[in-house]
């Protein structure tokens, strides 16, 4: 780890004058942060520590519907806060199924959707990866394939995003609440991560010194509360990163679908919506050849990035389970093991 | 430039002039307070042998800088006993075989008491060994960890009855 300066400022204002110097990276939970540095990814001159920044940690539920959420918010709060979990059944799911207990209790709302990829040659520094150094080149490409990006991936990059927590909330037009030394501004989740393209390997949509202060759900997010699920295959049952993961999201109406919500993880530099399978499911009726044609939108245009082929199928495949099991309804009860496609009720343990 | 930070640890407090802000909590309490209960696996947030109570919460003290939790009450496993009697999760981590080579069981009882406080488990093994995740046990001893917490939980339930 490289030497660095430390400072804990008072006030967001302070907080933003410091962050704008050169060097400088925002501290929250720390969980990818001091992993990144630790291996020399990430080398910061300063480290501005925002975890005393008064005004950044409330869940509001506001009286329209609309759920603000502080970017120090930490994940096990927030999957853990009675009315949200209500409101928002598949985030509260999408988080608990992600990282470890000791992990939720420090990573926060706004370091989530900062975490950098996972690909591997990111995380090493003798490697050639573009995202880490512009220009250099992409050692994953026709390197160790199997978890890499099918949708949305250029030459540039076929790295995903890791985040749970941003899959769901993608599919409830979540919007980020950015402040900066520019001001206050905000855009819709779904574009806060550019896709890498011809020239550019990707990444997040923040100027130097700006900040994540909040998340904002709509007013009609709680709608979806009663039909709602967040499904993740991962290598083993606790404590992965996704293989590919879906939440979907349905409005019921005298069984009929009057609104649905389709997002994917972990196959593209960022939670995939796919808005073309959502209408497909709009005002019909549960139905396996329905749920079937979604799948089918949801992986337009998905190519294989390396040997990672099978990740269209299986995201195909788990698309139809994750509406199979969102019209049947919200579970009473968070699953023993949160999103898990292995039923906890049969006995036989998924903890193998 | 020099940090100074104060921790309770174990109801103790300790000030301690950090020389260079890249401390982690989970060096500080082994190089510098000389607690050195909380092990060392990873140091990657990957292992959980460094689990510990920060205001009553488990986190990973190697991904925690030092400077960064200044002011915080933190509990090791040095500060689980009373009085030459073992905290309950203690004693159950030695009756139902919880442990093997022991590297990781002081990070394993203080995930345990935190899975404990948090009360989302109840008495589910599955949720249990769901809460215990975040610790890996290189020896396979989770059959026993798994027995020890559901264990503590009962006598733990049976303390606050008789204190109540």
Known sequence: MNRFDYIRPASLEEAIAAGSEPGASYLAGGTNLLDLMKVDVARPDKIVDITRVPGLDRIEMQNDGTIRIGAMVRNADLARHPAFAKACPAVAEALLSGASPQLRNAATVGGNLMQQTRCAYFYDPYSACNRRQKGAGCDARGGDTRNHAVLGWSDNCIAIHPSDFCVPLAALDTVVEIEGPEGARETPLTRFYSLPDDTTPGGVDLAPGEMITALRLPRDAASFASHARYLKLRERTSYAFAIVSAAVMLRMQEGVIAEARIALGGVAARPWRSVIAEERLRDGEPDVDLFASAAEAALQGAEPSGANAFKIELAKRLVIRAIERAAEGTPARMPALPASVFASDTGVSAHV | ?164
């Open chain 2, 1 to 164: 430039m020099p940090l100074s930070i104060s921790l309770t640890i174990n109801g103790d407090r300790h000030d301690t002039l950090l020389e260079d802000a890249r401390a982690t909590l989970l060096d500080v309490l082994r190089e510098r307070v000389g607690l050195t209960g909380t092990k060392k696996g990873c140091d990657r947030g990957q292992c959980g042998a460094c689990t510990i109570l920060v205001d009553g919460r488990r986190i990973n003290a190697c991904l925690t800088l030092a400077a960064s939790v200044d002011g915080a009450a933190i509990t090791t496993i040095e500060g689980l006993a009373r009085k030459g009697e073992l905290h309950p999760v203690q004693a159950a981590f030695i009756e139902n075989d919880g442990f093997r080579c022991g590297y990781c069981t002081p990070g394993q009882i203080m995930s345990a008491v935190g899975l404990i406080a948090e009360g989302d488990a109840g008495d589910d093994p599955e949720r249990i060994r769901e809460g215990m995740s975040g610790n890996i046990c290189r020896c396979a001893a989770y059959p026993g960890i798994t027995q020890a917490v559901l264990d503590a939980q009962r006598r733990l339930a049976n303390d606050e009855r008789i204190s109540a």
